[in-house]
């Protein structure tokens, strides 16, 4: 089994790749930090915990960070699409049950026990990742990869026009990662947005009438209504955060490029966007594998079989 790190902003695409990556027969979730994003960062842990109680599960959770590196917070919390405490309004407890550790401490520490050998899964804005490689670089080195669920390559935002809402969270975070030298696999809007999850397949959780089968159901028959209600006629979700576990499982279910790729740090108008070199004669070496096709009814086969 592969031993993978989840970074996470908890909201309702983050619990089903949690769900998802807990019960695959191919991945070993060590550990799970969180940040801010859809939600704040105590509500994130507080979600993560009450997710993992969901799944009965015990793993252990550290709380990273709760604000951008170095500039005020400019995103709203995702309320529209995840509720206003990023369950779809569930009732979620307060919780202390997270380490007594920041994220980043954790992270450290985690890498250095097992180094070569960890895949560091980020769904969320890249802060913690940042803070965890400026406090020690030497982590570069030793992870084994980081799935980004993040970034725009060839087609338009989705916080705003240009920019993919976890790199604009915290673009400058963003940045230090992307330039760090550490092996990135950037799983965007480019490959997310053609997967699809549809009231149809959800169903079928609630016809098993389990304690996690029904709540996944709840959650997502929400945020499926959220789709609909700001997109029109669409009676299905995008598994934007499931589609990067799925990608640390199985990297044959996606077509990968390696590119150049920067973080616009000072556009007036194209702030925290994920800007590739396309040219066919790019001199500069590849810092990122970009996601740019993905087998999404394999895939959706997959994440089915392991989801409930």
Not at 28 to 41: A, E, K, P, R
Not at 56 to 84: N, R, W
Not at 113 to 137: D, F, R, W
Request: charged share 20%; aromatic share 8%.
């Amino acid at each position: 089994m592969q031993r993978v790190l989840l970074d996470v902003d908890t909201g309702i695409d983050d619990t089903l790749a949690i769900s998802y990556a807990v019960r695959s027969t191919e991945l070993d979730v060590i550990g799970i930090t969180t940040c801010f994003g859809n939600v704040s960062v105590d509500q994130a842990t507080d979600n993560t915990l009450h997710v993992l109680e969901q799944l009965e599960v015990d793993i252990p959770i550290a709380k990273g960070e709760g604000k951008p590196l170095f500039h005020p917070m400019h995103k709203s919390y995702s309320t529209h699409f995840h509720g206003e405490n990023g369950l779809a309004n569930q009732s979620v407890s307060r919780s202390d049950k997270h380490l007594p550790k920041h994220a980043s401490q954790f992270i450290i520490e985690q890498v250095k026990k097992y180094p070569h050998e960890i895949t560091i899964i980020c769904v969320g804005s890249l802060t913690n990742l940042a803070l965890t490689i400026m406090q020690e670089p030497e982590i570069i080195s030793l992870v084994k990869n980081v799935v980004v669920m993040g970034g725009a390559v060839r087609v338009p935002g989705n916080n705003q026009m240009h920019a993919e809402a976890n790199i604009y969270a915290d673009p400058e975070a963003a940045d230090i990662v992307f330039r760090s030298g550490i092996p990135i696999t950037l799983v965007g809007l480019d490959v997310t947005m053609k997967t699809a999850l549809s009231k149809k397949e959800i169903q079928k959780w609630k016809n098993h009438n389990t304690k996690v089968s029904n709540f996944l159901y709840e959650i997502t028959d929400y945020y499926i209504d959220r789709y609909r209600n700001y997109y029109g006629d669409r009676d299905y979700c995008a598994l934007h955060d499931p589609l990067a576990v799925a990608v640390a499982i199985d990297p044959s279910l996606v077509t990968i490029e390696p590119m150049v790729v920067s973080i616009d740090l000072e556009g007036l108008y194209s702030y925290g966007r994920t800007v590739a070199d396309l040219r066919e004669r790019c001199t500069d070496k590849p810092n990122v594998n970009v996601c740019v096709a993905v087998d999404s009814e394999r895939f959706l086969a997959h994440f089915l079989q392991h989801i409930v």
